[in-house]
Protein backbone atom coordinates (compact mmCIF):
# COMPACT_ATOMS: atom_id res chain seq x y z
CA UNK A 1 0.00 0.00 0.00
CA UNK A 2 0.58 3.57 -0.89
CA UNK A 3 0.13 6.12 2.25
CA UNK A 4 -0.39 9.81 2.15
CA UNK A 5 -0.55 11.89 5.87
CA UNK A 6 -1.26 14.77 5.55
CA UNK A 7 0.39 17.60 8.02
CA UNK A 8 4.40 18.71 9.53
CA UNK A 9 4.17 18.37 13.09
CA UNK A 10 4.96 16.22 15.88
CA UNK A 11 1.66 13.94 15.52
CA UNK A 12 2.04 13.72 12.43
CA UNK A 13 5.54 11.98 12.51
CA UNK A 14 4.17 9.55 15.52
CA UNK A 15 1.32 9.13 12.79
CA UNK A 16 4.00 8.10 10.36
CA UNK A 17 6.13 6.68 13.04
CA UNK A 18 3.05 4.20 13.56
CA UNK A 19 2.30 3.45 9.91
CA UNK A 20 5.77 2.56 8.85
CA UNK A 21 5.49 -0.54 11.27
CA UNK A 22 2.76 -2.07 9.36
CA UNK A 23 3.62 -5.01 6.82
CA UNK A 24 0.84 -4.06 4.59
CA UNK A 25 2.65 -0.61 3.59
CA UNK A 26 5.75 0.12 0.43
CA UNK A 27 5.60 3.44 0.78
CA UNK A 28 4.67 6.64 2.93
CA UNK A 29 4.57 10.19 1.63
CA UNK A 30 4.13 13.48 4.22
CA UNK A 31 2.87 16.62 2.94
CA UNK A 32 4.68 18.86 3.75
CA UNK A 33 6.01 16.90 7.19
CA UNK A 34 9.16 18.05 8.50
CA UNK A 35 13.36 16.98 9.16
CA UNK A 36 11.91 13.93 11.92
CA UNK A 37 9.26 13.03 9.50
CA UNK A 38 11.80 12.42 6.45
CA UNK A 39 13.24 9.42 8.37
CA UNK A 40 10.06 7.39 8.05
CA UNK A 41 8.17 8.93 5.06
CA UNK A 42 9.08 11.34 1.61
CA UNK A 43 8.31 14.66 2.23
CA UNK A 44 6.12 16.50 -0.38
CA UNK A 45 6.15 20.21 -0.69
CA UNK A 46 2.48 20.74 -0.26
CA UNK A 47 0.85 22.57 2.00
CA UNK A 48 -1.69 20.73 4.11
CA UNK A 49 -4.26 23.21 2.99
CA UNK A 50 -3.68 23.08 -0.75
CA UNK A 51 -6.20 20.39 -1.62
CA UNK A 52 -6.45 20.20 -5.01
CA UNK A 53 -2.51 19.82 -5.19
CA UNK A 54 -2.97 17.06 -2.56
CA UNK A 55 -5.26 15.61 -4.31
CA UNK A 56 -3.64 15.68 -7.64
CA UNK A 57 -0.89 14.37 -5.78
CA UNK A 58 -2.67 11.47 -4.41
CA UNK A 59 -3.83 10.70 -8.18
CA UNK A 60 -0.30 10.91 -9.24
CA UNK A 61 0.96 8.55 -6.72
CA UNK A 62 -1.73 6.25 -7.05
CA UNK A 63 -2.67 6.79 -2.92
CA UNK A 64 -4.52 3.61 -1.32
CA UNK A 65 -5.24 5.83 1.73
CA UNK A 66 -4.51 9.49 2.65
CA UNK A 67 -4.59 10.23 6.90
CA UNK A 68 -5.32 13.22 7.55
CA UNK A 69 -3.46 14.46 10.73
CA UNK A 70 -4.22 18.56 11.30
CA UNK A 71 -7.17 20.77 12.71
CA UNK A 72 -7.62 22.98 9.77
CA UNK A 73 -7.87 20.92 6.74
CA UNK A 74 -10.46 18.99 8.29
CA UNK A 75 -12.68 21.76 9.24
CA UNK A 76 -11.91 23.04 6.16
CA UNK A 77 -13.55 20.10 4.01
CA UNK A 78 -10.49 17.92 3.17
CA UNK A 79 -11.98 14.70 3.02
CA UNK A 80 -14.88 15.86 1.11
CA UNK A 81 -12.65 16.95 -1.50
CA UNK A 82 -10.38 13.64 -1.43
CA UNK A 83 -14.25 12.03 -1.49
CA UNK A 84 -15.10 13.82 -4.29
CA UNK A 85 -12.22 12.22 -6.47
CA UNK A 86 -13.18 8.88 -5.58
CA UNK A 87 -10.00 8.92 -3.21
CA UNK A 88 -9.70 6.79 0.07
CA UNK A 89 -9.30 9.30 3.21
CA UNK A 90 -8.96 8.53 6.91
CA UNK A 91 -10.67 11.63 8.58
CA UNK A 92 -14.70 13.14 9.52
CA UNK A 93 -16.17 14.88 6.60
CA UNK A 94 -16.70 18.97 6.90
CA UNK A 95 -20.23 18.65 8.56
CA UNK A 96 -18.48 16.05 11.07
CA UNK A 97 -15.20 18.13 11.66
CA UNK A 98 -17.92 20.94 12.69
CA UNK A 99 -17.85 18.75 16.11
CA UNK A 100 -14.01 20.73 16.39
CA UNK A 101 -14.66 23.37 14.30
CA UNK A 102 -17.19 25.45 16.30
CA UNK A 103 -17.45 25.46 20.24
CA UNK A 104 -20.95 26.63 20.17
CA UNK A 105 -21.72 23.64 17.98
CA UNK A 106 -20.44 21.00 19.82
CA UNK A 107 -21.96 22.82 23.54
CA UNK A 108 -25.72 22.90 22.15
CA UNK A 109 -25.42 19.08 20.73
CA UNK A 110 -23.57 18.20 24.08
CA UNK A 111 -26.76 20.33 25.66
CA UNK A 112 -29.53 18.83 23.27
CA UNK A 113 -28.30 14.80 23.97
CA UNK A 114 -27.80 15.36 27.58
CA UNK A 115 -24.06 15.03 27.68
CA UNK A 116 -22.45 15.78 30.68
CA UNK A 117 -20.54 19.90 30.07
CA UNK A 118 -20.11 22.73 31.64
CA UNK A 119 -22.90 25.08 31.92
CA UNK A 120 -22.34 27.88 29.19
CA UNK A 121 -24.16 30.75 27.35
CA UNK A 122 -22.81 31.46 23.29
CA UNK A 123 -22.09 35.25 21.99
CA UNK A 124 -21.69 36.92 18.44
CA UNK A 125 -22.12 40.14 20.05
CA UNK A 126 -19.27 41.92 22.60
CA UNK A 127 -21.68 43.91 24.31
CA UNK A 128 -24.05 41.24 25.12
CA UNK A 129 -20.85 39.37 26.35
CA UNK A 130 -19.73 42.01 28.72
CA UNK A 131 -23.40 42.77 30.24
CA UNK A 132 -23.57 38.70 30.66
CA UNK A 133 -20.05 38.88 33.08
CA UNK A 134 -21.23 41.41 35.40
CA UNK A 135 -23.10 38.74 37.04
CA UNK A 136 -21.58 35.85 36.19
CA UNK A 137 -20.05 33.73 38.63
CA UNK A 138 -16.11 34.19 38.62
CA UNK A 139 -13.97 32.72 37.75
CA UNK A 140 -15.09 31.87 34.60
CA UNK A 141 -13.70 30.47 31.06
CA UNK A 142 -14.34 32.18 27.59
CA UNK A 143 -13.56 30.22 24.60
CA UNK A 144 -13.08 31.50 21.13
CA UNK A 145 -15.73 29.54 18.90
CA UNK A 146 -13.51 28.60 15.99
CA UNK A 147 -10.13 26.79 15.70
CA UNK A 148 -7.32 28.49 17.48
CA UNK A 149 -4.42 26.25 17.73
CA UNK A 150 -5.47 25.40 21.14
CA UNK A 151 -5.15 28.49 22.41
CA UNK A 152 -8.22 30.18 22.23
CA UNK A 153 -9.12 29.31 26.10
CA UNK A 154 -8.99 31.97 28.68
CA UNK A 155 -9.30 31.17 31.87
CA UNK A 156 -10.43 34.80 33.75
CA UNK A 157 -10.52 34.81 37.75
CA UNK A 158 -12.37 37.91 38.37
CA UNK A 159 -14.40 40.31 36.74
CA UNK A 160 -11.48 42.26 35.27
CA UNK A 161 -9.74 39.65 33.80
CA UNK A 162 -13.32 38.59 31.93
CA UNK A 163 -13.66 42.15 30.13
CA UNK A 164 -10.27 42.24 29.13
CA UNK A 165 -10.66 38.45 27.53
CA UNK A 166 -13.73 39.48 25.42
CA UNK A 167 -12.15 42.75 24.27
CA UNK A 168 -8.88 40.21 23.17
CA UNK A 169 -10.85 37.37 21.42
CA UNK A 170 -13.64 39.53 20.23
CA UNK A 171 -12.48 43.71 19.57
CA UNK A 172 -8.43 42.87 19.38
CA UNK A 173 -9.05 39.87 16.93
CA UNK A 174 -6.18 38.11 18.53
CA UNK A 175 -6.91 34.91 17.16
CA UNK A 176 -8.76 36.37 14.14
CA UNK A 177 -12.35 34.87 12.81
CA UNK A 178 -11.74 32.23 15.62
CA UNK A 179 -13.32 35.25 17.89
CA UNK A 180 -16.10 36.42 16.15
CA UNK A 181 -18.38 34.24 18.35
CA UNK A 182 -17.39 32.95 21.72
CA UNK A 183 -18.30 30.40 24.24
CA UNK A 184 -18.75 31.83 28.52
CA UNK A 185 -18.50 28.51 30.18
CA UNK A 186 -18.79 27.89 33.77
CA UNK A 187 -15.30 27.32 35.52
CA UNK A 188 -14.36 23.49 36.15
CA UNK A 189 -12.58 22.11 38.70
CA UNK A 190 -10.73 18.73 38.77
CA UNK A 191 -8.31 16.31 36.83
CA UNK A 192 -7.98 16.69 32.94
CA UNK A 193 -7.84 13.73 31.29
CA UNK A 194 -7.55 13.46 27.55
CA UNK A 195 -9.35 10.54 26.05
CA UNK A 196 -8.98 9.46 22.13
CA UNK A 197 -10.82 7.03 20.13
CA UNK A 198 -11.52 5.74 16.84
CA UNK A 199 -15.10 5.76 15.17
CA UNK A 200 -16.93 4.71 11.80
CA UNK A 201 -19.52 6.53 12.21
CA UNK A 202 -21.46 4.08 14.24
CA UNK A 203 -18.94 2.47 16.40
CA UNK A 204 -16.64 3.73 18.74
CA UNK A 205 -13.39 1.70 20.20
CA UNK A 206 -11.41 3.99 22.96
CA UNK A 207 -7.99 4.55 23.27
CA UNK A 208 -5.80 4.71 26.08
CA UNK A 209 -5.90 7.74 28.14
CA UNK A 210 -3.74 10.44 28.32
CA UNK A 211 -3.02 13.84 30.42
CA UNK A 212 -1.78 17.13 28.30
CA UNK A 213 0.47 19.94 30.09
CA UNK A 214 -0.87 23.04 28.41
CA UNK A 215 0.84 25.99 30.17
CA UNK A 216 4.04 27.39 29.13
CA UNK A 217 6.15 26.91 32.76
CA UNK A 218 5.95 24.32 35.11
CA UNK A 219 3.30 24.45 37.50
CA UNK A 220 0.77 25.08 35.30
CA UNK A 221 1.83 28.77 34.91
CA UNK A 222 2.38 30.79 32.10
CA UNK A 223 0.42 31.20 28.84
CA UNK A 224 -1.19 28.23 27.23
CA UNK A 225 0.56 26.53 24.26
CA UNK A 226 -0.48 23.49 21.88
CA UNK A 227 0.92 21.25 24.71
CA UNK A 228 4.19 21.21 26.63
CA UNK A 229 4.15 17.08 27.63
CA UNK A 230 2.05 14.56 28.03
CA UNK A 231 1.98 10.89 29.85
CA UNK A 232 -0.20 8.34 29.48
CA UNK A 233 -2.16 6.12 30.81
CA UNK A 234 -3.83 8.54 33.51
CA UNK A 235 -3.87 6.81 36.92
CA UNK A 236 -6.79 9.25 37.11
CA UNK A 237 -8.99 7.72 34.61
CA UNK A 238 -10.55 4.67 36.84
CA UNK A 239 -12.87 1.72 35.98
CA UNK A 240 -15.41 3.88 37.07
CA UNK A 241 -14.43 6.64 35.30
CA UNK A 242 -13.97 4.63 31.70
CA UNK A 243 -17.56 3.19 32.57
CA UNK A 244 -19.69 6.50 32.67
CA UNK A 245 -17.96 7.61 29.75
CA UNK A 246 -18.74 4.66 27.69
CA UNK A 247 -22.28 5.19 29.17
CA UNK A 248 -23.02 8.68 29.19
CA UNK A 249 -20.52 10.06 26.58
CA UNK A 250 -18.49 7.68 24.25
CA UNK A 251 -21.29 6.49 22.28
CA UNK A 252 -23.75 9.81 23.29
CA UNK A 253 -21.79 11.75 20.94
CA UNK A 254 -21.50 9.18 17.97
CA UNK A 255 -24.67 8.83 18.26
CA UNK A 256 -25.63 12.65 18.38
CA UNK A 257 -23.76 13.05 15.46
CA UNK A 258 -25.08 10.72 13.36
CA UNK A 259 -28.65 11.82 14.71
CA UNK A 260 -27.93 15.54 13.27
CA UNK A 261 -27.11 13.71 10.14
CA UNK A 262 -23.19 14.54 10.58
CA UNK A 263 -21.45 10.62 10.97
CA UNK A 264 -18.36 11.02 11.84
CA UNK A 265 -15.56 9.20 10.67
CA UNK A 266 -11.85 9.05 11.76
CA UNK A 267 -10.62 9.91 15.52
CA UNK A 268 -12.84 11.75 18.13
CA UNK A 269 -10.12 13.38 20.89
CA UNK A 270 -12.54 13.88 24.58
CA UNK A 271 -11.12 16.45 26.45
CA UNK A 272 -12.57 15.58 29.81
CA UNK A 273 -12.61 17.08 33.82
CA UNK A 274 -13.24 14.53 36.30
CA UNK A 275 -15.19 17.26 38.37
CA UNK A 276 -16.78 16.67 42.04
CA UNK A 277 -20.18 15.70 39.90
CA UNK A 278 -18.55 13.30 37.60
CA UNK A 279 -16.62 13.21 34.66
CA UNK A 280 -17.62 16.30 32.00
CA UNK A 281 -16.34 16.99 28.70
CA UNK A 282 -14.26 20.16 28.01
CA UNK A 283 -13.77 19.92 24.41
CA UNK A 284 -14.12 17.70 21.46
CA UNK A 285 -11.45 17.77 18.84
CA UNK A 286 -11.86 16.10 15.18
CA UNK A 287 -8.29 14.72 15.41
CA UNK A 288 -5.50 12.88 16.81
CA UNK A 289 -4.36 15.25 20.03
CA UNK A 290 -0.84 16.85 19.99
CA UNK A 291 0.98 15.81 21.75
CA UNK A 292 -1.13 12.84 23.15
CA UNK A 293 -0.34 10.90 19.67
CA UNK A 294 3.53 10.65 20.77
CA UNK A 295 2.00 8.52 23.88
CA UNK A 296 -0.51 6.98 22.82
CA UNK A 297 0.41 5.36 18.93
CA UNK A 298 3.85 4.01 20.89
CA UNK A 299 1.63 1.93 23.53
CA UNK A 300 -0.53 0.69 20.95
CA UNK A 301 -0.34 -3.11 20.08
CA UNK A 302 -2.79 -2.89 16.49
CA UNK A 303 -1.29 -2.22 12.97
CA UNK A 304 -3.04 0.99 12.67
CA UNK A 305 -3.79 0.49 8.67
CA UNK A 306 -6.17 -2.25 10.02
CA UNK A 307 -7.76 -0.01 12.26
CA UNK A 308 -7.75 2.86 9.79
CA UNK A 309 -9.72 1.26 6.63
CA UNK A 310 -12.25 -0.14 9.25
CA UNK A 311 -13.34 3.29 10.23
CA UNK A 312 -13.23 4.36 6.71
CA UNK A 313 -15.44 1.17 5.62
CA UNK A 314 -17.30 1.40 8.59
CA UNK A 315 -16.40 -2.38 9.86
CA UNK A 316 -14.80 -0.95 13.47
CA UNK A 317 -17.14 -3.14 14.92
CA UNK A 318 -14.59 -6.13 14.37
CA UNK A 319 -11.73 -4.35 15.18
CA UNK A 320 -9.94 -4.86 19.44
CA UNK A 321 -7.60 -2.03 20.18
CA UNK A 322 -5.12 -3.28 22.63
CA UNK A 323 -2.14 -1.77 24.24
CA UNK A 324 1.09 -2.87 25.96
CA UNK A 325 0.83 -2.91 29.93
CA UNK A 326 3.49 -0.24 30.27
CA UNK A 327 3.10 3.61 30.26
CA UNK A 328 5.03 6.32 27.98
CA UNK A 329 5.87 10.24 28.69
CA UNK A 330 6.61 12.93 26.68
CA UNK A 331 8.35 15.71 27.34
CA UNK A 332 8.01 18.62 24.47
CA UNK A 333 11.44 20.10 24.01
CA UNK A 334 10.41 24.32 23.01
CA UNK A 335 12.31 27.17 22.44
CA UNK A 336 12.70 29.58 24.70
CA UNK A 337 10.36 32.45 24.10
CA UNK A 338 7.43 30.47 23.12
CA UNK A 339 4.21 30.16 22.70
CA UNK A 340 4.92 34.39 22.14
CA UNK A 341 8.65 35.09 20.27
CA UNK A 342 11.10 32.82 19.85
CA UNK A 343 14.51 32.01 17.47
CA UNK A 344 15.23 29.30 15.00
CA UNK A 345 17.43 28.18 12.95
CA UNK A 346 19.36 26.33 15.62
CA UNK A 347 21.57 22.96 15.18
CA UNK A 348 19.77 20.10 16.75
CA UNK A 349 22.67 17.84 18.37
CA UNK A 350 22.25 14.14 19.18
CA UNK A 351 19.28 12.64 17.77
CA UNK A 352 21.74 10.03 16.74
CA UNK A 353 21.16 8.90 20.48
CA UNK A 354 17.68 7.72 19.56
CA UNK A 355 18.18 5.72 16.22
CA UNK A 356 17.19 2.22 16.65
CA UNK A 357 16.21 2.37 20.52
CA UNK A 358 13.14 0.28 21.23
CA UNK A 359 11.98 2.39 24.06
CA UNK A 360 13.06 6.43 23.46
CA UNK A 361 11.91 8.15 20.46
CA UNK A 362 11.93 11.65 19.24
CA UNK A 363 8.89 12.97 17.31
CA UNK A 364 9.96 16.30 15.55
CA UNK A 365 7.13 19.48 15.80
CA UNK A 366 9.56 21.91 14.23
CA UNK A 367 11.78 21.40 12.47
CA UNK A 368 13.92 21.55 8.97
CA UNK A 369 16.98 20.56 6.73
CA UNK A 370 19.62 23.39 6.35
CA UNK A 371 22.58 23.27 4.84
CA UNK A 372 22.93 19.61 4.92
CA UNK A 373 22.18 20.20 9.22
CA UNK A 374 18.56 19.63 10.75
CA UNK A 375 17.36 22.67 12.57
CA UNK A 376 14.55 24.39 14.77
CA UNK A 377 11.97 25.55 12.93
CA UNK A 378 8.92 26.40 15.41
CA UNK A 379 8.11 26.93 18.85
CA UNK A 380 7.94 23.09 19.94
CA UNK A 381 10.78 21.99 18.29
CA UNK A 382 10.53 18.06 19.83
CA UNK A 383 8.57 15.43 21.26
CA UNK A 384 10.64 13.06 23.61
CA UNK A 385 8.98 10.25 24.17
CA UNK A 386 9.83 7.22 26.45
CA UNK A 387 8.43 4.04 27.52
CA UNK A 388 8.57 2.29 30.94
CA UNK A 389 7.13 -0.41 33.15
CA UNK A 390 4.79 2.45 34.75
CA UNK A 391 4.87 5.73 35.16
CA UNK A 392 7.40 6.94 37.43
CA UNK A 393 9.66 4.70 35.25
CA UNK A 394 8.54 6.44 32.18
CA UNK A 395 8.97 9.77 33.71
CA UNK A 396 12.40 9.49 34.36
CA UNK A 397 13.17 7.70 31.21
CA UNK A 398 11.90 10.32 29.21
CA UNK A 399 13.73 13.35 31.15
CA UNK A 400 16.79 11.19 30.84
CA UNK A 401 16.35 11.36 27.26
CA UNK A 402 16.21 14.92 26.98
CA UNK A 403 19.65 15.10 28.38
CA UNK A 404 20.76 13.21 24.99
CA UNK A 405 19.24 16.06 22.87
CA UNK A 406 20.39 19.79 22.98
CA UNK A 407 19.96 22.88 20.83
CA UNK A 408 20.50 26.36 21.39
CA UNK A 409 17.54 28.42 23.37
CA UNK A 410 16.52 24.76 24.27
CA UNK A 411 13.57 25.12 26.43
CA UNK A 412 11.40 22.28 29.03
CA UNK A 413 9.22 22.19 31.70
CA UNK A 414 10.31 20.40 34.50
CA UNK A 415 7.31 19.11 36.01
CA UNK A 416 5.42 16.79 33.41
CA UNK A 417 3.59 14.06 34.42
CA UNK A 418 4.23 15.47 38.31
CA UNK A 419 0.92 14.41 39.17
CA UNK A 420 1.74 11.14 39.35
CA UNK A 421 3.43 11.09 42.26
CA UNK A 422 -0.39 12.47 43.52
CA UNK A 423 -1.86 9.32 41.99
Known sequence: MKVLVV???????????????????????????NAGIASVAECVPIGAMEFDKLVAFAKEKAIDLTVVGMDDPLVGGIVDAFQAEGLKVFGPEKKAAILEGSKAFSKELMKKYNIPTAAYETFDNPEAALAYLETAPMP??????????????????????????????????????????????????????????????????????????????????????????????????????????????????????????????????????????????????????????????????????????????????????????????????????????????FEIRGLENFEGSPDRFVFHAGSKFAEGKIVTNGGRVLGVTALGKDLKEARANAYAATELIDFDNKYKRNDIGKAIDEA
Open 7 to 33: GGGGREHAICWKIAQSSRVDKIYCAPG
Open 140 to 345: VVLKADGLALGKGVLICQNLEEARAGVKTLMLDKQFGSAGDRIVVEEFMTGREVSVLSFVDGKTIRIMTSAQDHKRAKDGDQGLNTGGMGTFSPSPFYTKEVDEFCRRYIYQATVDAMAAEGRAFKGVIFFGLMLTGNGPKVLEYNARFGDPETQVVLPRMKNDIMDVFEACVEGTLDKIDLEFEDNAAVCVVLASDGYPEHYEKG
